[in-house]
């Protein structure tokens, strides 16, 4: 019964929004693929029981054991296979990814987590197109997806409150630069974040829509030695200039909430607020060592307003009056 609830709950509420216009294929070819693959049903329920924990803190076990089991399934299946990828194989492969990916953002430290997974979507659609085979999703390409958002993106007005911010992001990475220099990942890290602050632009909001872009479209075809080292855990640099990405991303909300208006079909259990990746950011935080505390101030600084007002960055204020929340992000004045 429990497993029939959490299946309930992912068809409703807690299926993936990405890839962009797929909610049909979310809510009606996934789950009959389920059934025939083990990695994927276990990777939807435990996306549902992750979900459900914010109500029901004893699913915590439940949800980790079927990501656990999805895991091991996709292991054994990489591992036996010596045939060519089939059509239903790879999509299940690929929604399994993108549902692991999104149970990694419910998760405090899921972030390494969820870019290997990103990494692992982008590897199957490679050998699916190697090998001839078609896709069930649409708007798998992130090019794609950029072409469906930019005209809503630009329609985005940028709270007041969007400069100050801007100047603190830009202001913190000025910081750390001297940590980066010398080493050439570590520059373009800070190059491509840096992007992401400055794309922050009152005549197009989508070009910090595609500078984030094009900072994924970066590690995720990274070799896998730099992946490894960028996610280091035990690397004080990495940890700062992960802490400002995810900080920057935490204030671009009435730009990435765009996204979300692309499934009118999901039910929303809870407040569109990207909670998940506001762990991550507390989690980052922590790590950083007593003596370079100093220079993550300003990423502690979002930390504390997304603790004392979750919604803080997505709800936009400008001259003085509140932006409503329109169909395609927030795009009108309240009068």
């Known amino acids: 019964m429990q497993d029939m609830r959490f299946f309930q709950h992912f068809l409703i509420h807690s299926f993936p929004h990405h890839p962009l216009g797929n909610d049909k294929i979310w809510t009606h070819e996934v789950p009959c693929l389920s059934y025939n693959y083990e990695f994927l049903m276990h990777s939807i329920l435990g996306l549902a029981a992750s979900e459900l924990i914010a109500t029901d803190s004893s699913l915590a076990e439940a949800a980790m054991a079927h990501r656990l089991k999805s895991i091991q399934a996709i292991k054994r299946k990489l591992a036996s296979s010596d045939q060519g990828i089939t059509y239903a194989e790879g999509n299940a492969l690929i929604a399994t990814?993108?549902?692991?990916?999104?149970?990694?953002?419910?998760?405090?430290?899921?972030?390494?987590?969820?870019?290997?997974?990103?990494?692992?979507?982008?590897?199957?659609?490679?050998?699916?197109?190697?090998?001839?085979?078609?896709?069930?999703?649409?708007?798998?390409?992130?090019?794609?997806?950029?072409?469906?958002?930019?005209?809503?993106?630009?329609?985005?007005?940028?709270?007041?409150?969007?400069?100050?911010?801007?100047?603190?992001?830009?202001?913190?990475?000025?910081?750390?630069?001297?940590?980066?220099?010398?080493?050439?990942?570590?520059?373009?890290?800070?190059?491509?974040?840096?992007?992401?602050?400055?794309?922050?632009?009152?005549?197009?909001?989508?070009?910090?829509?595609?500078?984030?872009?094009?900072?994924?479209?970066?590690?995720i075809l990274l070799p896998h030695e730099q992946f490894s080292r960028i996610v280091d855990p035990s690397d004080q640099v990495f940890i700062l200039l992960a802490a400002n990405w995810i900080s920057i991303k935490q204030i671009m909300a009435v730009i990435t909430e765009v996204e979300k208006a692309w499934s009118p079909q999901k039910q929303n259990a809870k407040d569109n607020i990207d909670e998940g990746m506001g762990r991550w950011l507390r989690w980052l935080n922590r790590q950083v060592e007593p003596g370079l505390v100093r220079y993550n101030q300003w990423p502690m600084w979002v930390q504390e307003q997304l603790e004392r007002d979750p919604g803080f960055f997505g709800k936009a204020v400008r001259g003085g009056k509140p932006i409503e929340r329109s169909c395609v992000g927030y795009a009108k004045l309240i009068t």
Request: proline residues 2%; glycine residues 8%; charged residues 25%.
């Open 97 to 219: 990814c993108f549902a692991l990916t999104f149970q990694s953002v419910i998760l405090e430290d899921g972030m390494a987590e969820y870019m290997a997974f990103i990494r692992g979507v982008i590897l199957i659609v490679i050998q699916m197109w190697k090998a001839g085979v078609d896709f069930m999703f649409q708007h798998l390409i992130k090019g794609e997806q950029g072409d469906l958002l930019k005209p809503h993106i630009d329609k985005v007005v940028l709270p007041d409150g969007m400069w100050e911010w801007k100047a603190g992001a830009l202001a913190s990475l000025e910081g750390i630069k001297h940590f980066c220099l010398g080493d050439e990942l570590k520059m373009k890290y800070h190059q491509m974040t840096e992007d992401m602050a400055n794309g922050l632009d009152e005549e197009s909001p989508y070009k910090a829509y595609k500078a984030m872009s094009d900072h994924y479209g970066w590690w």
